[in-house]
């Protein structure tokens, strides 16, 4: 099974794939985080890629549908894919038709997580993660049970992404609506696109996307 998420910033996505990993077994691709991976080790990627993401800019296309062709690689044609946060441009779409063909794929869902902007922001910037085991957080929706200690494995290290801030989450959303929301249509035409609404619990969302794959 190969599934992307689609849906602006803050919508869920990451949420969503990392319990599809847990129930399915599947394999989460984030170009965010393979960027951030690479901002952090601080590859000829990662330089190319550093200020861009600050800006809240798209990194080119050619570089993030090179990191999903070698993730693909590297994963073997077994396991499910989940792409969170990529394609997000037409040219993006188009490449991910040629990968995945090469890897004898093929997309079986779109699924469309349908947000208020407005309550994306407030969303976005009071998300923060344990720097140990990667848990999400949220200074109002999910602070850890005891404070300042995660309640996934212990560690009082926390960390909040530098774009995250209300600046930049503004330019995110304006280059989702801009360039991916526009690649809807595409997947559309093919009859695989499901929306569904983001802003409903967490627990509920993940039921629905459950329903989604199961049909
Ligand atoms: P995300 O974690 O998906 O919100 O991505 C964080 C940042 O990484 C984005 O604001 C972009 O600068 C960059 N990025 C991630 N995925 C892509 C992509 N598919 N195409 C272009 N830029 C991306």
Redesign the pocket.
């Known amino acids: 099974m190969n599934i992307i998420l689609l849906g602006p ?1 803050g919508a869920g996505k ?1 949420t969503q794939a990392a319990r599809l990993v847990e129930h399915h077994g599947m394999r989460q691709l ?4 393979m ?2 991976a690479a901002v952090k080790a601080q590859t000829p990627v990662g330089l190319e ?1 550093k200020a ?2 600050e800006r ?4 080119s ?1 050619e570089i ?1 549908s090179k990191l999903i062709d070698a993730e693909l690689t590297a994963m073997g044609p077994d396991v499910g894919a989940i792409f ?6 037409a040219a ?1 779409a188009e490449q991910l038709d040629a990968i995945l063909a090469r890897h004898g794929r093929k997309l079986d869902h779109v699924i469309e997580l349908e947000v208020d902007e407005d309550a994306l922001v407030e969303r976005i910037i009071g998300r923060f993660t344990c720097a140990n085991c990667g848990a999400g957080y949220h200074d109002i929706y999910k602070l850890p049970k005891v404070a300042g200690v995660c309640d996934k494995c212990g560690s009082t290290e926390f960390k909040r992404r530098p ?1 995250d801030n209300e600046e930049t989450v503004r330019t ?1 959303m304006a ?1 989702y609506r801009a360039k991916t929301a526009p690649i809807l249509p595409i997947y559309d035409a093919r009859g695989i696109v499901t929306r569904i609404d983001g802003m409903a619990a967490i627990d509920t969302v993940t039921d629905r996307i459950e329903q989604v794959l199961a049909s």
């Open positions: 910033p990451g984030s170009t965010g985080d960027l951030r890629a861009i993401m809240g800019e798209l990194v296309d993030v969170d946060g990529y394609p997000r441009t993006q774009d995110r280059e």
